[in-house]
């Protein structure tokens, strides 16, 4: 028994060192460990791997600004070309009118940069009361405080101490709830956090009435409604944005993983009017937010190459016919009666497992050769990179077959 020296994240702190397996390459939709052995990756690594892997023109891209500008900062007065190209191409991606980037590395820090900056617009309009966050029930917004605050899986915010206050969870599926804290603390309200469709929370899409319902409470009451979209934009739903998919306009949307595909650590907050004029409206004010690698120049160079590859190869549209794949075989199992159901939408699904066997199944299809990740104790997910071919998806539906049928 060897402890590792890299105190690995989401893992045991005391498993043995030959418990993790050593992925040393990638090509598609699949990666090869040490061994040569190769494997599905049926969640697109964590959530973000598009493109796929072994893209030589997004290593590319990174190796040529590498060598041209590795990285400069960008707060005053410094601004960098790839930083200031990957901004205009979001812009006009983005699901809201004139909208600005702010960049980050990560989705922990897009989130957190979303919560300040929707506290701050209020401030700047203001409104300094209104500091209030909502969030939902099994929602998942990283791990840095805010994000740890505002998420609603209750393991991940245990021993931690205090968290942020004003942020307040509202169940994920009944908009009567939120109506509630709205007509209680409704002008205290800075912001609603949303994402989607669920994630790490057990993959949970929302429904069109709930998001819209959303948008409405805000609009009442004068809130700004922030859609996370680290794990649904950049096509995982079928759209560039999952706001687009359920028709939804956001004030913020948070972004991260798909922006680069993982090639680089990248992610941001596309800000809408409603809270970037209020920022820009005192021509004095400076903005005292933000991290050295803010729109860091490699990783923005990255970004640029993924999108292209989006775009060129229409990679958001692929997740229609990935989400119709994986729901027949879903249905099939379920059908057959090894599974007790099915969620999804497009490129990301949840098998619910009986017998509280997820973790079992995970394990017992990465011996077949599939790389999927449980959810709590009765959800194994699906979201493969928006490359993967039909053999490929199939080896997952009968990868998870096998699995459920020799751990019942
Ligand atoms: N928000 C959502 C919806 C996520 O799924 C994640 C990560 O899975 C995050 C935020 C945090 O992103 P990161 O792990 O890059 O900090």
Known sequence: MTRPHFLHPFAKPAADAASFTTIVRGEGAAVFDADGTRYVDALASLWFCGVGHGRTEVADAIGAQAKQLAAFHTFERYTNEPADRL????????????????????????????????????????????????????GYHGTAYGGTSAQGIAPNKEGYGQLLADVVQVDHADVEDAARLFAEHGDRIAAVIAEPVIGAGGVIPATTEYLAGLRRLCDDHGALLVLDEVITGFGRLGSWWGAQRYGVRPDAVTFAKGVTSGYQPLGGVLLGPAVHEPLAADPDFILRHGFTYSGHP????????????????????????????????????????LLEDLRGDHGIWAAIVPGDRAAAVRDHMLTSGVISRYLGTSVVALCPPLVIDDADLDRCIEAMHDALQSTS
């Open 87 to 138: 901004a205009a191409e979001l812009v006009a991606l983005a699901p809201m009118d004139d909208a600005r980037v702010f960049f980050t590395s990560s989705g922990s820090e897009a989130v957190d940069s979303a919560m300040k900056l929707a506290r701050l617009a209020h401030a700047r309009a203001g409104h300094p009361e209104r500091t209030i966050i909502v969030s939902r029930t099994n």
């Open 298 to 337: 490699t990783a923005c160079a990255a970004g640029l190459a993924v999108v292209d590859i989006l775009r060129r190869e229409e990679l958001p549209a692929r997740a229609a016919h990935i989400g119709d794949r994986i729901r027949t075989g879903l249905q099939a199992l379920k059908d057959d009666g």
